[in-house]
């Protein structure tokens, strides 16, 4: 196995362990790990199809915890938002989307609840399509994982409506890509492995998930969208 390859099915399998445990976090290791190897016109739209075979198996083994309300309007506007950005891919200022991107998402982890927020029609339609035209231009979004913690869902249900959710916005991305120009098959030995990976590393994930206190996943889930959105500000001004 050449060297790219061993080195994709160790953080594949990383990745999986640390998405399956604590809902987030093990997808930006992946992006890293792929940004390292590739370009990033090969490492974003890349990262959709990688990371397939750990949402699959998070569905597998947890899809009596998804939460449908969320994940049927969110998958509608991500619709709509991945077919917008795949049109201006790369297009933006990176350094603006990167720092508006990190400042949300630790204010939405971090900041209290203060009262009843404004209402807001359909806010996961809304949600999706934000996400998905962020994270088509950047390679992942983050919004819903942030927001995530303020639905009142516990570990098992924000680690399936994640899984679900992600995976729509996953395949409207692979087919965006696709319609731009981007050749799936050329990759399929990286596909085929961090699919292989991905199964087993949510396997191991799902056991260690079990022995985590409620408080402490919490705490980690905000550490881990935190470390993403510093990576951000780093890579958009470093």
């Known amino acids: 196995m050449e060297s790219s390859l061993l080195v994709l099915l160790v953080a594949s399998f990383a990745a999986s362990i640390v998405n399956a445990a604590f809902a987030t976090g093990g997808i930006f290791l992946l992006l890293a790990t792929l940004m390292a190897l590739y370009p990033p016109t090969v490492a974003v739209p890349l990262l959709s199809a990688l990371a397939f075979g750990s949402l699959v198996a998070r569905i597998a083994v947890y899809h009596h915890d998804i939460a449908w309300r969320i994940v049927r309007p969110f998958a509608l506007g991500t619709a709509f938002g991945v077919l917008l950005a795949a049109r201006i891919f790369v297009a ?13 998402l ?11 927020p404004p209402p807001v029609p359909r806010p996961f339609l809304v949600l999706g ?22 639905t ?7 680690t ?79």
Not at 94 to 104: C, D, G, K, P, Y
Not at 129 to 150: D, E, H, N
Not at 202 to 210: D, E, K, V, Y
């Open 129 to 150: 399509f934000a996400q998905g035209f962020l994270s088509t231009l950047t390679g992942i979004g983050g919004l819903l994982q942030a927001v995530m913690l303020k």
């Open 160 to 238: 399936a409506t994640l899984a679900a959710a992600l995976l729509a916005q996953g395949v409207m991305k692979i087919a965006a890509y696709s319609l731009v120009g981007f050749d799936y098959l050329v990759w399929w030995p990286q596909i085929a492995v961090t699919l292989a990976a991905g199964l087993a590393g949510t396997w191991a994930g799902r056991r260690l998930q079990h022995g985590i206190d409620e408080k402490i996943f919490r705490w980690t889930y905000r550490v881990l969208v935190s470390a993403y959105a510093v990576r951000l500000l780093y890579k958009a001004w470093g």
């Open 92 to 104: 933006l200022p990176e350094t603006l989307i990167a720092t508006v991107l990190a400042l949300v």
């Open 106 to 116: 630790i204010a939405t982890v971090w900041l209290p609840k203060t009262g009843r």
């Open 152 to 158: 009142g869902l516990d570990k098992m249900q924000v």
